[in-house]
């Protein structure tokens, strides 16, 4: 629809209206004008004729026509009036105007007719004897001796024509005039109206561009006044509501520009909404725009999986990630779903945690741990070895000798200590770099291997020990790794176990994992220690496992080897009943390159 503008429809309205009223007055106050010359014509008409009758009736002989020719031919110069005097028959007697002789009878002319009838009577119409519109007025001329006779009396009507188109002239003259007054007029009028609409619409125009600054004046009508100051006041919210949101954001914006972690924020189509300063530092972005996919602004095709992924399921997901470059970082990143305020899910947030520094202490420590082990066993062999010289060989009596077994037996333990540690470094450094190369193998010879390292310890603990796995049963494994986990599992039972019970070890397909089961009917674990049970040197009963010979580490290494063959290790136990240690293998062939 085509809009124009108000003060286009508003303008022509106003002048046409005054226009027609104009007109309208005009038309019929020339009417009224008209009607009354009529009748002032009529009435002059009337009085003359009454003058002709009485001048007939008193001074004239009517028989004698030579003479009322003459007299009515006079009398119609003088007073510029037709007069006709007419027999009763409707012969013309005299005329004014005309010669008789040319007359016609006169009897059925329509005001002749009228006077007969009424006494008096008034005709406009078309004369044929002076070619004019004229208009007449007829009475009836009563004298003592003669007949009855008509005195007519006429004007032509151009006269009263004259004098009307001469005032329409003027009328004409006054309407163009007031016409020509009205132009300015309206168009003030039509102004008055539209000028401040005109002044709100751009003011609106302005808000809707952003400049709310300049308030719109308060004039005009009550109602323009009112809106404009709404429009005023609508504009002081806007413009404090952007205030607070643009502080706000630019708080945010700070916020995340000071964190040292990364923050990445994608929709649901994987299009990046933000990105901090932590991050593009991290992944050496060039050119960041919002709205752009990931996979355009961060090449690094494990994030952009991790992202996928974390968009296609519900619940938080991380994960670690290694950047390589010049040096190499370490990053622990963390996704959540983000939502909006309808509690929709509109993407994810990822928090990427720069573990590099974590990691580099981590190795320090280790490689620290790796090297005091090393440099340990070295005396703790020689000394092991000159006490068990000692022992075999010299004849000790008394105390001595009970010394020299607790020097032994302390060198045993030190020596396991040893041994644990750095078992617990070689795992972890082999994961650490690049990983453990895990084949395809048979898990039977593996638990019965682990099973043979455990005979001694089974009779001397008086345990049985009982294998349970299918003949084909394979996984993705290291073999000595994973024997030295059994290993480490089956000896705690069977160290935690009573006399005479049994330990039972079982390797079954479950879902998408292979479990190896390790279960006792011992002593048990009470609950509050489960969650700890796998950390370095914890103990649930420390005087207990001193006494059995335990180092603390046993399940430390499981937890490392399950972790090595990228599976896990859980526990459930029940005090007094027993415990049941399950290792975890990924059912599926890993990717070897993987740690
Ligand atoms: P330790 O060398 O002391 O056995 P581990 O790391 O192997 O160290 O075990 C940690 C602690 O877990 C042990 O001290 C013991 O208290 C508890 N534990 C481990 N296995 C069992 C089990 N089968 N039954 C009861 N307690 C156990």
């Known amino acids: 629809m085509k809009h124009h503008r108000l003060f286009w429809q508003i303008y022509p309205s106003y002048f046409l209206i005054i226009a027609l009223v104009l007109i309208g007055l005009g038309w019929s106050f020339s009417i009224s004008l008209r009607n009354f010359y009529y009748q002032q014509s009529s009435g002059d008409l009337k009085a003359r004729a009454q003058l002709v009758a009485l001048q007939l009736k008193e001074h004239i002989q009517l028989d004698d026509s030579e003479k009322l020719i003459d007299y009515i031919v006079r009398l119609g110069q003088q007073s510029e009036t037709r ?45 044929n004897s002076v070619h004019q ?8 001329l009563q004298t003592k001796n003669s007949p009855v006779r008509t005195v007519r009396t006429a004007i032509p009507l151009s006269v009263i024509d004259r004098a009307l188109s001469d005032i329409y002239r003027r009328l004409m003259m006054i309407g163009l005039v007031v016409a020509f007054a009205i132009i300015p007029v309206a168009w003030f009028l039509s102004r008055r109206i539209s000028r401040p609409l005109e002044l709100m619409t751009s003011a609106a125009q302005r808000f809707s561009q952003g400049d709310l600054a300049t308030p719109l004046a308060e004039v005009g009508s009550v109602e323009t006044s009112r809106l404009a100051r709404a429009l005023n006041t609508m504009a002081d919210e806007l413009s404090r509501m952007i205030r607070r949101e643009v502080d706000q954001r630019a708080e945010i914006e700070a916020i995340l520009g000071c964190m040292i972690e990364g923050i ?30 990931i996979e355009e602004v961060i090449r690094h095709a494990e994030l952009q999986q991790f992202i996928h ?22 990053l622990h990143i963390q996704a959540t779903p983000l939502t ?24 320090v420590r280790r490689d620290f741990v790796a090297n005091v082990s090393h440099e340990l066993k070295t005396p703790i062999t020689a000394i092991r070895g000159a006490v068990e010289t000692l022992m075999d060989e010299a004849v000790l009596e008394g105390d001595n000798r009970r010394f020299l077994q607790i020097i032994f037996k302390q060198g045993e333990r030190l020596n396991a200590l040893i041994e644990d540690l750095l078992d617990l470094s070689r795992i972890e450094q082999g994961a650490n770099q690049g990983g453990w190369v895990l084949e395809s193998g048979l ?28 003949e084909d049963l394979q996984a993705a494994i290291h073999p000595q790794l994973l024997e030295q986990a059994v290993i480490n599992l089956l000896s705690n039972a069977i160290k935690y176990s009573e006399k005479n019970s049994f330990v039972r070890v079982t390797a079954r397909e479950e879902m998408d994992w292979i479990d190896i089961r390790v279960e006792d009917f011992g002593c048990g674990i009470d609950e509050k220690h489960l969650a700890r049970i796998f950390e370095r040197f914890y103990r649930a009963d420390p005087a207990r496992s001193r006494r059995l010979g335990g180092t ?13 063959h990228q599976g896990d290790v859980s526990v459930t136990s029940i005090p007094e009943k027993g415990s ?13 390159s993987t740690p």
Do not use: W
């Open 552 to 564: 603390g580490l046993g399940l430390a290494i499981v937890k490392h080897v399950a972790y090595a």
């Open 83 to 127: 007069i006709t005097i007419i027999e009763n028959d409707g012969e013309v007697l005299a005329d004014s105007h005309q010669k008789i002789s040319n007359m016609d009878n006169h009897r059925q002319r329509p005001e002749v007719v009228m006077a007969r009838e009424q006494g008096e009577g008034v005709s406009v119409r078309y004369s």
């Open 443 to 470: 898990l039977l010879p593996v638990l019965e291997g682990a099973r043979t390292a455990c005979e001694s310890l089974m009779n001397q603990h008086q345990v049985r020990v009982e294998v349970d796995c299918p």
């Open 309 to 330: 992924k974390a968009l296609r399921v519900q619940e938080p997901v991380e994960s670690e990630l290694v950047l390589l470059g010049l040096e190499k970082r370490y």
């Open 340 to 363: 909006d305020s309808r509690k929709q899910r509109i993407g994810v947030v990822i928090v990427l945690h720069d573990l590099t520094r974590l990691r580099q202490l981590e190795s």
């Open 580 to 592: 049941c240690f399950v290792i975890h293998l990924p059912r599926a062939m890993p990717d070897e």
């Open 133 to 140: 519109q004229q208009m007449y007025y007829a009475m009836l």
């Open 264 to 293: 990445i924020a994608v929709d649901q189509d994987a299009r990046v909404l933000r990105l901090n300063t932590a991050a593009i530092k991290m992944f050496g972005v060039k050119k960041f725009q919002s709205g752009r996919l």
